[in-house]
């Protein structure tokens, strides 16, 4: 597994933080028993570079831990999701290739009112949304956060928090930006009943790029928070000004912002969830880690204006069958080069129980994308697989799938079929 990356700078913000981390492990111990979880798989590809010319067959052997756990309230809560895994390749068509994800959140209370948060998320991104999605074309990126948060009432309906954070991000490859920044947010929130609350949130970001590169990003906006019997919606709608300073030279952009989040119960067994966001950000930011769809052209250095949209609903079915289906867009305008890149898709994922031990699984997935120089590409993907309970703890799965990426630009285009076969044990 690969070492997490953490702050290079600020050794105060660090000790305290591990301070913190420690005690939320000593809770974690203490607490609910961790979710852990093992895999094998063996992945056949008569494609595995994903070229439009020369395809190269290999087979990806790869050992997976998946962990799960969140404390109990206490005065220390910690929240972790962590995948990692290790592939080898059988004709070494790539390098042995260590894969992880993680996500964690935790905070400690120090005082009445006073907190300590720290969270971490490392996933691997794509470096160049052009190329073919393989190994080469990843990097992995860690964002580490933590800081003070300060909460004071003022009396039973009003609520002031300020917070001051410090972020760095990684990235794995030495050709890609990393940074550090400060982030400082001022906040009032009113309680106007039982189910809607609302106020005003300042908050002003430094971020210092390893090239050498400033940018300064000041938000100010109001927020709202709205629940009924079935339905929440929350979200906020403000202005927002960013300023890069690289070279000697300055660059000025602003725009309205916004972001919301709306989940509703259609029935007992469907719920549905649309969100959105726009913020004036850079390529170092966790934008791309809370929605999914969105890659960074991390050849980019400059300002961004990102914003994304995503819809769906799942729902459960009588004999323990599902379905998930959902659509997304995002725009991501890069301010230095005025150049923009879009993209927009749907996907469809179904499970269907056979027998008491057998499931079917079927998914399907489609993305257009658009880039600057008006070159467009389309992306089909579907699988199949079944799984079969082989014991309680133990289930051996077979996948076999289809892949089509048609491009403007032939070097881009690919064809893939590929079969997997899997073996998944529960530990506890």
Known sequence: MARLAGPRKCPEFFRFTVICAAVAATNVVQA????????????????????SSNETSDTETRVDLSLTHQTDPGK?????AADVGYGVWRNDTFDPKNYVALDFAGDCEIARGLSWEVSDNLRDVTQNARASETPDNRTRKNVFQTGPVYSLMLGQLDQLTFSTKYQNTDFSEPEDTDSERYIGTASWNHIFSQTLSGGLQFSTNRAELDTGAEIDT?????????SWQATSLSGSIGVSEIESRFGGNTQTNDGIVWNFSLDREINPVTQAYVRGSRELTDQTSDFDIRFGEVVFNLRETSAVEVTALDAGFVRQFSDASSIDVGVFANRSHYFRTDEVEDSVGFFINHSRTISTLLSLQTRARYQHRTFADD??????????????????????????????????????????????????????
């Open 375 to 428: 070159l467009n590409d389309d992306t089909y993907s579907a699988d199949i697989g079944l799984v079969y309970e082989l014991t309680q703890d133990l289930d051996i799965s077979g996948r076999v799938g289809h892949t089509t990426r048609d491009s403007d630009s032939g070097i881009s285009e690919y064809h893939e079929n590929w079969a997997s076969l899997s073996l998944d044990y529960r530990f506890f």
């Open 218 to 226: 000041d938000v100010a906006s109001l927020f709202f928070s709205k």
């Open 76 to 80: 220390c809560e910690a929240r972790t």
């Open 32 to 51: 609910e028993p961790l979710t852990l979880s093992g895999g094998l798989t063996s992945r056949f590809s008569d494609n595995v570079g994903r070229t």
